[in-house]
């Protein structure tokens, strides 16, 4: 008895301390600490991704495979971290490789106008996700799978999402034909770009999740420690391939 009370003590404590932290709210100074590092990161990889996208040709595709191979690399170490089974793990080894392969594909044979409309509307989803639910917090999504991502972030990302879809339309659609974006004059409303950018932002929220239950699974916090304040390449393109998959399906015919 005396072994025991104190360890019933404890788990009463750290349930109260569970319980402190839900209900406690965190200064905004503290939620975006990291926001300096996070920056100067994402600074670096803008201006290789834009440097890149810029060349185009065979610079552009060549960037494509080497982030989709280093994607696939760190999705491997989470796969066989997260499974016991040889079946499940072949599995998983086999869809992964699928799943990148395809996106991957898709970027790389798709017109100038949709890698924009992937690239941005993502860019858009993760920042205004990031600021609104760190600023306005509230109910997570799904606690156990990614205790970060809430319904605010959500709407947020979709109405970032959203934005990017007008501003596509107001500012790039018109001049499709001097960036030889690869499409004609479609028929573009304010309410068709909003509701594809809330699609996109939907579809990247979906890879988000993805991958943290991979790393829930493979007891890891970030799938790698590449990238400063971002982790790894998986982490940055976690958003980006479920949202390439489905452009990449409607730009072939197979949707």
């Given at each position: 008895m005396a072994g025991g009370e104190p360890q019933v003590e404890l788990r009463k404590r750290d349930r109260m301390k569970a319980t402190a932290r839900r209900y406690v709210r965190v200064p905004l100074a503290v939620r975006t600490s990291d926001l300096p590092k996070r920056a100067a990161s994402a600074a670096v990889m803008l201006a290789v991704a834009g440097g890149a996208l810029w060349a185009?040709?065979?610079?552009?595709?060549?960037?494509?495979?080497?982030?989709?191979?280093?994607?696939?690399?760190?999705?491997?170490?989470?796969?066989?971290?997260?499974?016991?089974?040889?079946?499940?793990?072949?599995?998983?080894?086999?869809?992964?490789?699928?799943?990148?392969?395809?996106?991957?594909?898709?970027?790389?044979?798709?017109?100038?106008?949709?890698l924009y409309l992937v690239i941005g509307s993502v860019i858009f989803t993760d920042t205004f996700a990031y600021f609104t639910g760190r600023t306005i917090g509230g109910p997570t999504i799904a606690p156990r799978i990614s205790p970060s991502k809430t319904w605010?972030?959500?709407?947020?990302?979709?109405?970032?999402?959203?934005?990017?879809?007008?501003?596509?339309?107001?500012a790039i659609v018109p001049m499709s034909d001097s960036w030889h974006l690869g499409i004609d004059a479609?028929?573009?409303?304010?309410?068709?770009?909003?509701?594809?950018?809330?699609?996109?932002?939907?579809?990247?929220?979906?890879?988000?999740?993805l991958e943290s239950w991979l790393k829930r699974k493979a007891h890891m916090k970030d799938s790698s420690n590449l990238i400063p304040g971002h982790g790894g390449v998986f982490d940055r393109t976690d958003g980006m391939l479920p949202v390439a998959v489905v452009v990449g399906l409607l730009v072939t015919g197979i949707a």
């Open positions: 185009g040709g065979i610079a552009l595709t060549l960037f494509i495979v080497v982030v989709a191979a280093a994607t696939y690399a760190e999705l491997v170490r989470l796969v066989v971290r997260a499974t016991v089974r040889p079946g499940w793990r072949i599995a998983g080894l086999i869809l992964g490789a699928i799943y990148i392969g395809f996106a991957a594909y898709s970027l790389v044979i798709m017109p100038r106008f949709y605010a972030g959500l709407g947020g990302g979709m109405a970032g999402a959203a934005l990017f879809g007008v501003i596509l339309l107001q479609y028929p573009w409303s304010s309410l068709a770009a909003i509701a594809i950018g809330a699609i996109a932002a939907i579809a990247a929220q979906s890879g988000d999740f």
